[in-house]
């Protein structure tokens, strides 16, 4: 059994500064094997955001995977934006913008999908779809294949639109590269489901840990539970003006011949 804590938008530079730590005490009670982090660390990629961005992360529980946002790239600096967009990104978080992270019986892909020629919308590079093909291709049999990526390639909660290029194909791509699970954020809505033209993927997004811009109202983040044919998502929940988190709905899914099903809410 293996159980990932997943956070996403979490913005340093607009944080809530009052969910922190009841977060990160959270985070270390629910004794997760790694935490994901898909996107978003900084507001406006800005030193002292990073540098506030790495203190967090430094505390939280397990190995941390994470990628970049669209956030986490300078915005108004444009030489900077075009020049070497993910400068800063690198020098708080490693060299590494798609880590890879290996545990028992799971492997997980971080994908960048952030794109410095557009203003928020993602792009899956071909050089990603290749590195996603070589990790899941050499993963052992059995092996949990989990793509990480800050936009979904899936339309939001509310029905949006995914906010990627060409998500039809990303969508394809990421089929054919083998995941079976797509963990991503970006819309700061929490969503799970499963996509008729991804035979075989699950998808499934969470809103924003601890940042102040909210878009339901509520602070989320999700402890992710996967069995050997099974998955359970408990999504955390902070609502307004809560001093902290507490337990919100709870999804299940089952896998049959390389295929996820619903199986209950509660």
């Known amino acids: 059994m293996i159980r990932l804590l997943h956070l996403s938008d979490i913005h340093f530079g607009a944080v809530d500064e009052r969910l922190v730590e009841p977060m990160l005490d959270l ?20 030193p002292e955001q990073f540098a506030a961005a790495r203190a967090f992360i430094d505390r939280l529980p397990g190995p941390v995977l994470c990628v970049p946002g669209n956030h986490d790239m300078p915005l108004y600096n444009l030489v900077l934006r075009l020049a070497a967009p993910f400068a800063r990104y690198r020098r708080a978080m490693g060299p590494e913008l798609e880590p890879t992270l290996t545990l028992p019986g799971a492997v997980l892909q971080g994908v960048n999908t952030a794109n410095p020629l557009v203003w928020k919308s993602g792009v899956l590079r071909p050089s990603s779809t290749e590195r996603l093909e070589r990790t899941f291709a050499s993963a052992p049999p059995g092996t949990m ?14 029905g949006t639109p995914a906010d990627m290029a060409d998500p039809s194909a990303v969508r394809t791509a990421l089929m054919q590269a083998g995941a079976d699970i797509v963990l991503s954020g970006h819309t700061h809505m929490p969503h799970t489901g499963i996509a008729e033209t991804s035979a075989g993927v699950l998808f499934l997004q969470v ?60």
């Open 27 to 46: 985070a270390h009670r629910l004794r997760p094997d790694a935490t994901v982090i898909s996107g978003d660390l900084t507001q406006r990629a800005r």
């Open 207 to 266: 809103g924003t840990a601890i940042s102040s811009r909210l878009k339901t109202g509520t602070n989320d983040l999700a402890l992710i539970t996967l069995g050997d044919s099974e998955l359970t998502v408990e999504s955390w929940l902070s609502p307004p003006k809560a001093a902290g988190f507490e337990a919100g709905p709870t999804t299940r899914y089952g896998r049959t011949l390389a295929a996820w099903q619903k199986l209950t809410d509660s």
């Open 145 to 158: 294949r989990i793509a990480v990526l800050h936009h979904a390639p899936v339309p939001a909660a509310d």
